[in-house]
């Protein structure tokens, strides 16, 4: 098949494909306040990065900037710097279509393929393909020929063995596994008795999936967390929640609120969120850290100011593993 290039530029293309993402649901943010002493602790990183993904051992970020490539920081004197791109062919790769696979080394994504002959990506239409890259030699690997129109949302299970993807095609929504050593697609959206919003996530120990949840009576959501092994569902809110990420230890979910600010919610019950970072920081996406202390954080660019940056930040001690709030 001969895949022809586009015109369209980058910046307009990934903010088109952010803009199918948006799961339409209604419903705003009413949780807690926030401070400015508990919105210190803040690090600057980067400032090119629109997501962000820690590897399992939390010595590594997977980032993607805004040109649409994928860039490695690695640990270095308790912060992440730059060490290299680990894809920078088409600048077209999914924002939310990061997920480490159990090596520590391997990165799933959604992108373009290029075509051969012309060395050109394929038109938007025909959707992107299941890529890896390797964090340390910068190899890529196309996983899988099936294009997807859109992707939510991508997880890889701690045992490195299937993809959670919310992706999106046919103007529908659906929760999906793809088994890596087989390649098989298989569509759980039925049996998880959901309908699927836009971003959902799987816990660190793979046992626990959010759902942004759609209640067709009224075009709103709700959160709700799924037990994989039994299948019971608990609603956690009444509203969607965006950019999901768990604790290490499962027991709360931080979030992107509808005005960029960072909530805290328990995952045991439904509960009121509590703010832990200011509407100004303008925050796009989020990734709680494997030792449960620190969130990544992405910032939006503002026309004529601040580029999009990348920031950790200090998680509050109650919301903390016990071990890491010593």
Same mark, same amino acid.
């Given at each position: ?20 993402? %948006? ?5 705003k ?37 805004t ?10 004197d308790?912060?992440?710097l ?35 002959k ?36 991508v ?7 299937? %993809? ?10 659906s ?54 092994s ?13 950019g ?66 990348? %920031? ?15």
């Amino acid at each position: 098949m001969r895949l022809y290039g586009s015109t369209i530029s980058r910046s307009f293309v990934l903010l088109l494909l952010g803009a199918m993402l %948006l799961s339409g649901c209604s419903g705003k943010d009413n949780g807690k306040g926030v401070s400015q002493e508990e919105a210190d602790g803040l690090t600057l990183v980067g400032r090119d990065a629109i997501s962000v993904r820690w590897s399992p051992d939390g010595s590594k970020l997977a980032v993607v900037t805004t040109a649409g490539y994928l860039a490695i920081y690695e640990a270095k004197d308790d912060t992440y710097l730059f060490a290299r791109y680990a894809d920078r062919r088409t600048g077209f790769i999914g924002s939310r279509s990061l997920a480490w696979g159990a090596d520590g080394n391997t990165v799933y994504y959604y992108d373009r393929p290029i075509d051969g002959k012309t060395n050109e990506p394929a038109p938007l239409e025909y959707g992107s393909l299941l890529m890896s890259a390797n964090s340390n030699t910068a190899s890529v690997t196309n996983v899988h020929p099936q294009f997807i129109e859109s992707v939510g949302s991508v997880d890889a299970t701690p045992d490195g063995k299937l %993809l959670y993807i919310n992706m999106y095609e046919r103007k529908k929504y659906s929760l999906v596994t793809f088994q890596l050593q087989e390649g098989l697609h298989r569509d759980l959206t039925k049996e998880l008795g959901v309908d699927p919003a836009g971003d959902s996530r799987l816990s660190r120990d793979g046992k626990l999936l959010f759902v942004n949840n759609r209640l067709s009576q009224d075009d709103r959501c709700e959160g709700v967390i799924i037990e994989l092994s039994s299948g019971r569902k608990r609603i956690v809110s009444d509203r969607y929640l965006g950019g999901v990420s768990f604790s290490p230890d499962g027991r709360w979910l931080a979030y992107v609120g509808t005005d960029h600010t960072v909530f805290v919610i328990s995952t045991d019950k439904q509960a009121e969120a509590v703010a832990i970072a200011q509407p100004e920081l303008g925050v796009a996406a989020l990734d709680w850290s494997p030792q449960g202390d620190r969130l990544a954080l992405t910032t939006q660019a503002a026309a004529g100011g601040h580029p999009a940056r990348l %920031l950790l930040m200090e998680v509050p001690p109650q919301y903390r593993p016990a071990e890491a709030a010593q």
